[in-house]
């Protein structure tokens, strides 16, 4: 919803057709979001990504198994939607958090 007023020259014969634009507020843009989602593998154990999705993304124990059977049937799913920061950080400490159990479970960004 932009709003720019163009001030013209008074004397319609001074107007050289150039105008003047004043801002009426500032432009500020919504900063973009970035989906994480969570993908399926054949070795990381149900539990443990119901685990995860309890413990990094603050699902219900319900939510998250929903969610978990979800990628387990479809391949992938968003898991929620972040700001640049917040879901880069998930999608590291989901990744250390797996590695460190040894588990591929992969989680990635992508912007909306
Ligand atoms: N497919 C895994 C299994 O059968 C379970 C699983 C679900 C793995 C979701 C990853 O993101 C995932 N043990």
Redesign the pocket.
């Known amino acids: 919803m932009l709003t720019d007023f163009y001030m013209m020259a008074q004397n319609p014969d001074d107007d050289l057709g150039i105008g003047v634009k004043l801002e009426t507020r500032p432009k500020t843009k919504r900063p973009p979001l970035y989906k994480v989602l969570?993908?399926?593998?054949?070795?990381?154990?149900?539990e443990?990504?119901v685990h995860v999705l309890e413990r990094f993304f603050g699902m219900t124990h319900a939510q998250a198994f929903e969610l978990?059977?979800t990628?387990?049937k479809k391949g992938?799913?968003v898991v929620g939607v972040f700001s640049y920061e917040i879901a880069e950080t998930k999608v590291a400490l989901v990744m250390d958090f797996a590695q460190r159990h040894q588990h591929p479970?992969?989680c990635t960004m992508e912007k909306e």
């Open positions: 969570i993908l399926n593998d054949d070795y990381t154990p149900m443990f990504v978990m059977l990628v387990h992938i799913a479970l992969q």
